[in-house]
């Protein structure tokens, strides 16, 4: 008789990934659990109600929030600052709907993210039930994968699938839908179909580069004289062998919102302040994990001049979009960057130490003379605060860990360059504004040991103001700070100087404290430059919090300066604008 295995042999044995009751929502709600989601950001619907009270089963936190498009933003938050899968759970109809702004968001991100809704009964469909849409036309072009899954027998493998694509395994990583009948997700799985392969966990592939093009990479390098390094997301996890290389090289280095924080503002190579100087000096230009998209002008001569270019990715949109590099690596960024590092060995770089020391001294300047404007930045002639007065306040409270979301148009263009973090969150390439509360939420709860602060202005904070509930009900410990000018600033100024005349840009000083206590969150509105360190501090022992600062709308951003309002027909900036037309044409 074969013996019994013993109860603490039986005990120290790992669960089994199938549960106990295997209908298609406890399937999907044990996936999730198994793939080591701990939250879905989601709004209730009776066509996602079995798939939610199956995650409630599960253990799997729900923040419920008041908008669709809140859930995915927070998702694509969760897994911008995890490293794992964002996951946003919304009904039919116009939950999906109201979700596309933020699937189209984590789209142009490339953020991993699962979303997941239902649909009718499959005995109802094109019958006229309620909320019966075809969802996946309507995400189709802003997913990786998007699939009705109307047999119960597929929704592991669907999964599985799915959670393939968002994560990158094989092609770029971002969003992906999946919606099921809800007479799917209430009927039985077969447990022969729920094979173990399924649930586990898959590493992300190692792309390694080849031999040939790493000594190619390395003789551009090592020769070049003014090498200029710019990172982007794809860069994200190489931080270590991107600063050794730095160091190596003694070479300038920018980052961009997709990557701050990868390489300290310590380390000798960082001139962000030096950005449009340094971009038409290079010689060779390094892209790691970035797009040469808008905000780099494209990788057009008329700003890069005779630069060559080496590109270094993972994905083929982020090495060869606009500019062919004269090397390319598709590769890990951080395995790709130690092959570098390893066949260079010993040699000597040719690299120009005169100009990387000067522009990284006029750097520091610049910063230097920032910090002391900011803190001196007069008050406009309607008597309110400079937003600077602000971000200098700020930048004296929080920590230097702090997570920093910022959002808005004209205050964003402010808080990029006068707030600094090691964490930051923006709206992105998108331009996807509204961001910064429902950001901020979740990187209170997946930062919880972290200050968390939301900079946005006070259009911006309009779009989500109502998740302010989901903060105060979630006790997720944000701060936010609404940069009050009572308009769209930058659009006001375009407006005034190109045709003369405000039109429909102008809002109210709308008191959002007032809201935000009426929601039982600290809140308090500042009207003068003197009370914001008292009130920041009150608001950091008191989070959730929100402060509603007035600020004036006189204040000029770079941005409300640069022509980015009027979109200039060739280039985003009317400089840029203005040398491509001369380049074009000789």
């Given at each position: 008789m074969a013996s019994q295995p013993s109860a603490d042999a039986a005990a120290s044995a790992p669960a089994s990934p199938v549960p106990a009751s295997p209908t298609a929502a406890a399937v999907i709600a044990r996936f999730l659990k198994q793939r080591g989601v701990q939250r879905v950001y989601a709004l209730c619907g009776g066509h996602i109600m079995p798939i939610w009270m199956r995650l409630d089963d599960e253990g799997i936190r729900i923040v419920d929030v008041r908008d669709e498009r809140a859930a995915v933003y927070m998702a694509h938050a969760e897994a911008e600052l995890t490293g794992g899968l964002g996951v946003a759970l919304v009904t039919a109809g116009p939950g999906v709907t109201n979700a596309m702004t933020g699937i189209a968001n984590a789209h142009v991100a490339r953020a991993p993210m699962l979303v997941l809704s239902g649909v009718p009964p499959r005995l109802q469909e094109n019958r006229g039930a309620l909320q019966d849409m075809v969802h996946t036309d309507l995400v189709r072009s802003l997913t990786r994968y998007a699939r009705t899954v109307r047999q119960p027998e597929l929704v592991l493998q669907e999964l599985d699938e799915a959670v393939s694509r968002a994560t990158g395994q094989g092609g770029e990583p971002g969003p992906v839908y999946l919606d099921f009948p809800v007479d799917v997700l209430r009927a039985p799985v077969p447990a022969a179909l729920l094979l173990p392969e399924h649930f586990a966990p898959r590493p992300r592939a190692v792309l390694t580069p080849d031999d040939g093009s790493v000594r190619a990479a390395v003789d551009l390098l090592w020769s070049a004289r003014r090498p200029l390094f710019i990172s982007g997301r794809g860069a994200r996890g190489a931080s270590a062998p991107l600063t050794e290389l730095l160091s190596r090289l003694q070479a300038p280095y920018l980052d961009t919102g997709e990557s701050r924080g990868l390489v300290s503002d310590d380390h000798p190579s960082v001139v962000a302040a030096m950005r449009g100087?340094?971009?038409?000096?290079?010689?060779?230009?390094?892209?790691?994990?970035?797009?040469?998209?808008?905000?780099?002008?494209?990788?057009?001569?008329?700003?890069?001049?005779?630069?060559?270019?080496?590109?270094?990715?993972?994905?083929?949109?982020?090495?060869?979009?606009?500019?062919?590099?004269?090397?390319?690596?598709?590769?890990?960024?951080?395995?790709?960057?130690?092959?570098?590092?390893?066949?260079?060995?010993?040699?000597?770089?040719?690299?120009?130490?005169?100009?990387?020391?000067?522009?990284?001294?006029?750097?520091?300047?610049?910063?230097?003379?920032?910090?002391?404007?900011?803190?001196?930045?007069?008050?406009?002639?309607?008597?309110?605060?400079?937003?600077?007065?602000?971000?200098?306040?700020?930048?004296?409270?929080?920590?230097?860990?702090?997570?920093?979301?910022?959002?808005?148009?004209?205050?964003?263009?402010?808080?990029?360059?006068?707030?600094?973090?090691?964490?930051?969150?923006?709206?992105?390439?998108?331009?996807?504004?509204?961001?910064?509360?429902?950001?901020?939420?979740?990187?209170?709860?997946?930062?919880?040991?972290?200050?968390?602060?939301?900079?946005?202005?006070?259009?911006?904070?309009?779009?989500?103001?109502?998740?302010?509930?989901?903060?105060?009900?979630?006790?997720?410990?944000?701060?936010?700070?609404?940069?009050?000018?009572?308009?769209?600033?930058?659009?006001?100024?375009?407006?005034?100087?190109?045709?003369?005349?405000?039109?429909?840009?102008?809002?109210?000083?709308?008191?959002?404290?007032?809201?935000?206590?009426?929601?039982?969150?600290?809140?308090?509105?500042?009207?003068?430059?003197?009370?914001?360190?008292?009130?920041i501090e009150r608001a950091l022992a008191n989070r959730p919090a929100l402060l509603d600062v007035l600020v004036t709308p006189q204040a000029a951003s770079s941005d409300a300066k640069s022509g980015l309002a009027w979109v200039p027909d060739l280039q985003p900036l009317a400089t840029w604008d203005e040398a491509e037309r001369r380049w074009r044409n000789g």
């Open positions: 100087g340094v971009m038409g000096q290079a010689d060779l230009v390094v892209t790691v994990g970035r797009r040469l998209d808008f905000q780099l002008a494209y990788g057009s001569p008329a700003v890069f001049g005779d630069a060559r270019f080496l590109r270094i990715a993972d994905c083929a949109a982020e090495l060869r979009d606009n500019r062919r590099g004269a090397v390319e690596l598709l590769a890990t960024p951080a395995v790709a960057l130690q092959a570098i590092l390893a066949a260079a060995g010993d040699r000597a770089p040719a690299t120009d130490t005169a100009w990387a020391s000067g522009l990284r001294a006029s750097h520091l300047e610049r910063s230097r003379k920032l910090a002391v404007s900011m803190r001196e930045a007069p008050d406009g002639s309607d008597g309110l605060m400079h937003p600077n007065r602000v971000l200098a306040a700020l930048r004296d409270k929080l920590p230097a860990d702090a997570v920093v979301v910022a959002d808005g148009g004209d205050f964003l263009s402010f808080a990029r360059v006068g707030l600094p973090a090691t964490t930051y969150l923006d709206p992105g390439s998108l331009g996807c504004i509204g961001i910064g509360t429902p950001f901020g939420v979740a990187a209170s709860l997946a930062r919880p040991d972290q200050t968390v602060v939301v900079a946005t202005g006070d259009g911006s904070f309009g779009f989500n103001a109502m998740e302010i509930d989901t903060a105060v009900r979630h006790r997720a410990p944000v701060l936010i700070v609404v940069a009050n000018n009572g308009s769209w600033a930058i659009e006001v100024r375009d407006q005034q100087e190109t045709h003369g005349k405000v039109v429909g840009t102008r809002l109210q000083f709308a008191d959002h404290a007032a809201m935000a206590r009426a929601f039982g969150m600290h809140a308090e509105r500042v009207e003068r430059a003197a009370d914001l360190p008292g009130a």
